[in-house]
């Protein structure tokens, strides 16, 4: 008996592994949410906004690896997913949205909540169709989800209002056949890559998320070229923890000196499935070779003398065939940057020390940069760290949450991170955590929350409390966008339109039947953490942090200084009686 286009669609999803499906019901969807209710292995995740629901799909695409769905209804609901859907795309991670739209007939005539969804969608997906007649399904819905994955992208496939609930007239089971290719480059391009890298004098490796599924190979390539290894934020995952003696952090405004000088310091800089943005971190004048899947991502950020297109880790392997067996090379680039980069985090352990501001040098710099004693930001990001699972997912928002995950939570073992490191949306965390829990129930799940973009999707916390999913929640509560206040001061402004009149989270957490800890003392943040991670179902932690909390970029310069020192004195003049337009 054939199905209906909502039968069809919601079979292939069970096909291709889909287990929960995000959004908001209502209209065009009706028909689709009806079939997820009689599918047995297709849940039906609903959210409180669709642009989390966009979100939480991206994440379990970008944990799992395959297809993340969500939905939205008829205008303003598809519009709500947009967000969402630009972190799945600049993530480069498939993901397939089902807009709806009114019915056929009112196309074009706009109708209450038309809107042009080709149109709307446009820039976002690399794949975008409206479904205009039973007869188009399965092929339709096959070209969304190949696109979504062949293309590493977002697929949008439009249902008009009065199409979901009709039948095809000639039906079949969907087809997909979805494989991917390892890809190498010509050989004569490795021979050249590899005597540019024998003659590269100090080399340094930049390695980024395309090259996390290579460890062992460039593990054993950095040990030949004796190169220090600086990682981009999502290259944490893969390449942090026991067994690789070659890391030195992150470079760019979240980075450290070690990172910094490493990059400096090089003749050679090898970059590895990374398309790092931050054209000023790039050192002038030296030889670069990029190995990267995506030719277009070949010199788009530095000029490169050798540009290989192809697997990272075949195309690392055949360098190594390549180069001679790194006897006698000269590893005292490398033995620099790893002093360095120890001698930096120890100094990063004594300040994330929860007793740092009651000894002599503490108390001295807290006068300046914590008057007012709030828990130190860094102090909690690292507790979170020590106490958290080695397979836990971490998820942060964009911002200074993010600066305390790079610099204090260590990617060891088996643990996975998120975060819309593309985009750079705020309000990621908490819906990416939702995502991610549903995929298992079981696994530790941290959101590292500012307490600007919890504020801004905070009615999902609701589908965390409905769904029973366990996320720990652990606000950096700074009563500030403090990502921005730090762009002012570095620029010599004074801080404005930063400061938030935040309510007292935990107490809303509690209200909405979540449990909810606050926390304003430093000497009760262990405990406080410990009895966050180990309570069953949602919890919220909200920890007072230090609002004027400064993170030294990797190489801050005298003019980030004097805009810092002229910012502070107009922020004390003001506080002393000018106003803010002085």
């Known amino acids: ?49 669709e642009e989390a629901a966009a979100f939480a799909a991206s ?50 005539s ?23 007649s039973p007869d188009q399904l399965p092929q339709l819905l096959e070209a969304a989800v190949r696109n979504a994955v062949g293309r590493k992208g977002v697929a949008v496939l439009t249902v008009p209002g009065d ?72 290259a944490k995952e893969g390449f942090e923890g026991e067994g690789n003696p070659f890391q030195v952090g992150q470079t760019g405004l979240i980075g450290n000196p070690a990172a910094a000088s490493a990059m400096q310091e090089a003749d050679t800089l090898l970059l590895l499935g990374t398309d790092f943005p931050y054209r000023e971190w ?14 277009t991502h070949i010199g788009r950020r530095v000029p490169v003398q050798a540009g290989l297109v192809g697997d990272v880790a075949a195309t ?20 620099k940057a790893r002093k360095e980069f120890e001698t930096w985090r120890d100094g990063q352990a004594r300040l994330a020390d929860p007793k740092h501001d009651e000894r002599t040098a503490g108390r001295l710099r807290a006068v300046f940069d914590n008057p007012e004693h709030g828990i130190r930001p860094e102090a909690l990001a690292a507790t979170v760290d020590r106490l958290a699972a080695d397979d836990a997912v971490f998820t942060s928002d964009t911002g200074m949450a993010t600066v ?4 204090f939570v260590e990617m060891r073992g088996e643990r996975r991170l998120l975060g819309s490191y593309n985009l750079g949306s705020m309000a990621n965390a908490m819906p990416h955590a939702l995502g991610a829990q549903c995929l298992d129930r079981q696994r530790q799940v941290l959101a590292f929350c500012g307490d600007g973009g919890l504020s801004m999707l905070l009615g999902d916390l609701m589908t965390l409390k409905t769904g029973k999913l366990p996320v720990k929640l652990v606000v950096f509560d700074n009563r500030r966008l403090g990502m921005v206040k730090l762009e ?12 938030l009149d935040n309510p007292d989270f935990a107490a809303v957490a509690t209200a909405m039947g979540i449990t909810g800890i606050r926390v304003t003392d430093p000497h009760e943040l262990e405990e406080s953490v410990r009895r966050a991670l180990d309570t069953p179902g949602p919890v919220l932690l909200d920890v007072l942090t230090n609002p004027d909390e400064i993170a030294v970029p990797a190489k801050p310069t005298v003019g980030q200084g004097w805009g810092y020192a002229v910012a502070k004195v107009k922020e004390i003049a003001r506080g002393e009686g000018e106003s803010d337009r002085s």
């Open 110 to 132: 706009e109708s209450f909540q038309e809107v042009d969804n080709d149109a709307l969608f446009s820039d976002v997906a690399v794949f975008r169709a409206t479904v205009s």
């Open 163 to 234: 199409i979901g609930d009709r039948k095809l007239s000639t039906d079949r089971k969907a087809r997909f056949s979805l494989s991917g290719a390892v890809t190498r480059p010509e050989e004569s391009a490795v021979r050249n890559a590899a005597g540019l890298l024998e003659r590269g004098g100090r080399v340094t490796l930049l390695v980024g998320q395309g090259a996390r599924a290579a460890r062992a190979d460039v593990l054993a390539l950095a040990d030949r070229l004796a190169a220090p290894m600086v990682l981009t934020l999502k």
């Open 316 to 335: 690392v392997r055949d360098l190594l065939t390549c180069l001679g067996a790194g006897e006698g090379r000269d590893r005292g680039h490398l033995d």
């Open 488 to 499: 002012q001061e570095q620029a010599g402004l004074p801080e404005f339109g930063t400061e």
């Open 404 to 407: 305390w995950l790079s610099r």
């Open 1 to 49: 008996m054939p199905r209906t286009v909502a039968r069809v669609i919601v079979d292939a999803l069970s096909e291709l592994g889909v287990s929960q499906v995000f959004g908001v019901v209502g209209d065009a969807l009706n028909p689709l949410t009806e079939a997820i209710r009689l599918t047995e292995d297709v849940e039906w995740v609903g959210c409180r906004h």
């Open 282 to 295: 790039y050192p002038e004048g030296r030889t670069v070779i990029q190995v990267d899947t995506e030719p």
């Open 59 to 108: 994440a379990q695409s970008q944990l799992s690896g395959r297809l993340g769905v969500c939905m939205g209804t008829v205008g303003p609901g598809s519009i709500h997913l947009l967000n969402g859907l630009y972190d799945a795309a600049k993530s480069r991670t498939p993901v397939l949205a089902i807009a709806g739209q009114v019915p056929l007939a009112e196309i074009g």
